[in-house]
């Protein structure tokens, strides 16, 4: 038996106590029978001692006769206390322990956004009970909790416990005697701990008050736990103690307001006047539907050369971004992009990437062939002429000879020396009579394209005579992006009077060669509102690989997808255009050559744009980073100087991935639609370790293009700085304890539990048995029970 003494008893027995003690007492005897043999023999006692008396002195009543049986019964148990020696023991305690756990660590300092009218409450009351003009750091609000209204909350749990106050950093305890003095060394600290150990800081906490177990601990926190032992781990120790946690979440578990672009993708050289797409990867967190506006600019100026507004997407949903331009100088230019700083945002660095651009003008060698002077063939050979960037020799087979002696590009004849042909850059061949093309021409031509010594550009303009069915049993079938078995010519004796519109794929719109205007959307309005064209070779199948960069959107293959337009594949070492107009002449009305030509000129440099890469024929590999956390994904892209000498194939690039103790990997890249060239794929949740990445396929000359990048174990207090609401609240139901925010801590006062008194020392045991009171209790039933017996005539 235990408890609690009343005062008026400590007062009797002469127990001196201080404020908050307290005596709890127990029992102690001498008595050596074991608890059964007790049981038993009290049994024994009471059947014994009622039934005797039951069964004697039958003239008095029942009742009469069970009264004497309790007096005699009383007796026997004052024997046996005197008999075992009771004594009292008395135990002088104080009061149970309540433990604040402050995280101090760097990552309080993070300013949360609080919108409305919850914004405006905190920002008084860190105002009213810091003194100063204060911004909503988790560290103030945590300061502004415990020293507000005088350390209101620090005094009440100083009145009714024993307050202990314990710091994240080190786990180590306040070194102040009283509560004032606690909310002064608090209003002087600020956060400084590289990691947060709650786990850690649990555990200690339970270690150093092992024999005293605590009331309960109260911890102050955003529940980022960096290091060491899990939160929830140290929870269920903490039930296991039987000490219940009060989680108070400080900061918001909303993602931080923050725009960053990565992964930035432009060529390195291009054509000036030419249409460069700068490619980059948008990331919004806090800003899901807004409009942001991401801008292009030189190095170190202010004029905007680009911009977008883009709508943000949902959190940590990475959304690609183009900016279409057309540099107008000669020279090597450094480009900044950039996603203009939104109200709400930490971290603005982010925000932009920087490119370094050389822009040339080169010349361009086209060889134009027509087997008759089509419109097509005439406009595009005036055009072209007229452009100082193009070296232009035409081919009409039609011709006599006098035509070649009267325009200055014709030629006689078609080249028939390979070095000849192999010195173009790009060859058009519109509608071309293949029977006037002998076998080595037509050889040339294959070889022109997919040979890795040229890996040219040719270009396909199908017509009603000849292109591209007479090629089907030619070498140039297999550079053919269709299925010549399957395409149809419109009805040579019908009149076409149904037009259609050409639209650019998703496809087209992010190629180069298609931008019509300066912005994405100025080129979408120009292609809606070209002048409509009316003769469509109808190629519903496409080989594999092919890329639709236009279509019919009214007039569908048998797969349900819109007819191609023009459509572009890679073969071997070069490319493949084909167009199934040969009316494209039409744009010019109304607008004369602007779009006729822009599209052409823009079409024809982008086809030889490997003209550009000059000596710099390898391949480079990169990562975007050089160093993540555990558990980010790692992006590899391969880029080729010379994007001749890129696979065909879109998964024709292989990276061999070393990591230091383990199995090599094979990663497959896939080709980015951003160009030929270009291959990426994504490396997810790499394991900690060095990583060394290499280009094995397709082999190289030379030494493999290759790349290192180190995954590390989450390190910085900052890694994650959404404050982990659902790892406190978990925490405080394992323990059967509460959890609060910021709003409703106030109610933790009420909810702690009152606690065990914590022994302070034992007193003298206070001996029963011998007292004098016992004894003459003893006597005075003894008496009693006879005058009793004599009244009841049971003498």
């Known amino acids: 038996m235990s408890g609690t003494l009343p005062s008026w008893i400590e007062r009797t027995l002469g127990i001196q106590t201080g404020p908050g003690e307290g005596t709890v007492w127990s029992l102690e005897h001498t008595w050596a029978w074991p608890p059964w043999v007790t049981l038993l023999f009290?049994?024994?006692?009471?059947?014994?001692?009622?039934?005797?008396?039951?069964?004697?002195g039958r003239q008095a009543s029942t009742p009469y006769r069970m009264l004497l049986a309790a007096v005699r019964l009383v007796l026997v148990a004052i024997a046996i206390i005197m008999i075992a020696q009771v004594a009292l023991s008395l135990q002088r305690t104080g009061l149970p322990y309540v433990a604040v756990l402050l995280d101090d660590s760097l990552s309080m300092t993070v300013v949360d956004r609080y919108d409305g009218k919850l914004g405006k409450v905190l920002e008084r009351r860190v105002e009213q009970a810091l003194v100063e003009t204060a911004e909503l750091s988790r560290w103030n609000l945590a300061r502004t909790l415990l020293l507000e209204r005088d350390a209101a909350m620090l005094a009440s749990v100083a009145d009714d416990y024993k307050l202990r106050v314990y710091f994240l950093s080190g786990a180590r305890p306040s070194r102040e005697p009283d509560a004032p003095a606690i909310a002064e060394e608090i209003n002087s600290l600020e956060p400084t701990g590289e990691s947060t150990r709650l786990g850690d800081a649990v555990r200690t906490v339970l270690g150093e008050l092992r024999g005293t177990a605590p009331a309960a601990i109260i911890m102050l926190s955003d529940g980022i736990n960096t290091a060491g032992v899990p939160l929830a781990q140290a929870a269920a120790l903490a039930r296991r103690r039987g000490v219940p946690l009060f989680t108070v979440a400080l900061g918001s578990d909303k993602p931080l307001r923050d725009l960053k672009l990565t992964d930035l993708l432009v060529d390195d050289v291009v054509f000036v006047d030419d249409v460069v797409q700068i490619e980059c990867k948008l990331t919004g967190a806090g800003f899901r539907g807004k409009r942001v506006r991401v801008v292009l600019r030189r190095q170190g100026e202010a004029q905007v050369l680009a911009e977008l507004d883009v709508t943000v997407a949902p959190d940590a949903q990475t959304q690609q971004v183009r900016l279409p331009y057309r540099p107008t100088e000669v020279g090597r230019f450094q480009y900044v992009v950039e996603a203009e700083p939104q109200q709400g945002e930490l971290n603005t660095e982010n925000?932009?990437?920087?490119?370094?651009?050389?822009?040339?003008?080169?010349?361009?060698?086209?060889?134009?062939?027509?087997?008759y002077p089509s419109f097509e063939f005439r406009y595009l050979e005036n055009m072209l002429r007229r452009d100082e960037t193009i070296e232009l020799d035409t081919v009409l087979q039609g011709a006599d000879l006098k035509y070649a002696e009267q325009d200055a590009s014709a030629l006689r004849v078609f080249p028939v020396r390979r070095d000849e042909l192999f010195a173009y850059d790009v060859i058009i061949l519109g509608d071309v009579d293949p029977a006037l093309l002998s076998a080595s021409m037509m050889r040339n031509l294959a070889d022109f394209v997919d040979q890795p010594g040229k890996g040219g550009a040719m270009v396909f303009i199908a017509g009603p005579e000849f292109m591209p069915s007479a090629f089907r049993d030619t070498p140039l079938a297999r550079l053919m992006p269709v299925d010549l078995n399957s395409v149809r010519y419109p009805d040579r004796e019908q009149v076409l009077t149904e037009s259609f519109q050409v639209r650019p794929s998703e496809l087209g719109l992010a190629c180069p060669a298609m931008q019509l205007g300066d912005t994405a959307a100025e080129t979408r309005e120009i292609w809606e509102n070209l002048p409509p064209l009316y003769w469509l070779l109808e190629a519903p199948d496409l080989k594999p690989g092919v890329r639709a960069l236009a279509v019919d959107p009214k007039r569908l293959g048998h797969d349900g997808r819109p007819l191609a337009v023009i459509c572009l594949q890679y073969v071997g070492a070069g490319k493949v255009l084909f167009?199934?107009?040969d009316e494209t002449w039409r744009w010019r009305r109304r607008v004369g050559d602007v779009f006729f030509a822009r599209y052409w000129i823009q079409m024809i440099r982008y086809l030889s744009r490997s003209k550009l890469a000059g000596a710099g024929r390898s391949a480079t590999l990169s990562a975007d980073r050089r160093e993540y956390a555990q558990g980010e994904p790692v992006r590899l892209r391969v880029r080729f100087g010379d994007e001749r000498l890129a696979p065909a194939e879109d998964d024709g690039v292989t990276v061999v991935l070393e990591h230091l103790g383990h199995k090599t990997r094979r990663i497959q890249l896939r080709r980015s639609s951003a160009g030929r060239g270009t291959f990426e794929g994504v490396l997810n949740r790499p394991a900690v370790g060095s990583y060394h990445a290499w280009v094995a396929l397709p082999a190289m000359e030379g030494r493999a293009a290759a790349v290192d990048f180190t995954v590390a174990p989450?390190?910085?207090?900052?890694e994650r700085v959404r404050t982990d609401a659902a790892a406190l609240r978990q925490a405080a139901k394992v323990t059967k304890g509460r959890f609060y925010t910021i709003q409703d801590a106030q109610g933790l006062l009420g909810d702690l539990p009152p606690g065990r008194p914590v022994p302070i020392e034992s007193l003298p045991p206070k001996p029963l048995w011998n007292k004098w009171p016992l004894l003459l209790l003893f006597l005075v039933l003894l008496t009693g029970e006879w005058i009793l017996r004599k009244l009841g005539g049971m003498v």
């Open 42 to 56: 009290v049994v024994f006692a009471v059947v014994f001692i009622v039934t005797i008396y039951l069964r004697e």
């Open 351 to 371: 925000n932009r990437k920087t490119c370094t651009v050389e822009v040339r003008k080169e010349t361009i060698r086209v060889l134009l062939v027509q087997a």
């Open 579 to 581: 167009h199934a107009t």
């Open 714 to 718: 989450p390190a910085g207090e900052f």
